[in-house]
């Protein structure tokens, strides 16, 4: 079994709360990022590696079509979901970007990448308060991102100020 249904996932995230060493903490993050970003089938690992490829090279429509076809034939599984919403991001394209990770936390409750990714989407948006919500649920799953900690510090001000 792979992917976000991966039995070894709940012990990874429970080592993942307590850890206090920061290599650690690297250390798990890296298996959970791994096993999320498997399949049972081989040909749709290589397709998502493809589609990832091609979106780090900025080559957007050749990594669209990978992820579309990753989901076409994987519908259930989260990572199709949440690398095509990074692709959406990464185009502008910030309501697709935010149904594709509603779909992967449909999926993946745990995962604290789309988490991440939806505080960023909210920033793009100029929606502070949920962007910080969401900063702050991805520390719940992982309380080791300095990057939501960064931004919840960044975003706490201005929430409070406009709620004063």
């Not at 959406?88 to 309501?95: A, N, T």
């Amino acid at each position: 079994m792979a992917g976000q249904n991966d039995p070894r996932l709940h012990q990874l995230f429970a080592e993942l709360r307590n850890v206090e060493n920061i290599p650690d903490v690297a250390d798990i993050e890296s298996q959970i990022w791994h096993i999320w970003s498997l399949t049972d089938d081989p040909a749709v690992d290589r397709i998502l590696a493809s589609g990832t490829a091609a979106m780090n090279n900025r080559a957007f429509d050749a990594a669209l079509v990978s992820f579309n076809t990753v989901i076409e034939l994987k519908p259930e599984f989260a990572e199709g979901w949440n690398k095509r919403a990074t692709l959406y991001y990464l185009m502008g394209k910030f309501s697709l970007s935010i149904n594709d990770v509603e779909r992967t936390l449909a999926l993946e409750p745990r995962h604290f990448g789309a988490l991440s990714g939806l505080g960023l989407i909210h920033m793009a948006l100029e929606k502070p308060a949920r962007a910080m919500n969401a900063f702050e649920r991805a520390l719940v799953v992982h309380p080791h991102m300095p990057h939501a900690k960064l931004m919840i510090k960044k975003l706490r001000p201005i929430v409070q100020h406009s709620t004063i």
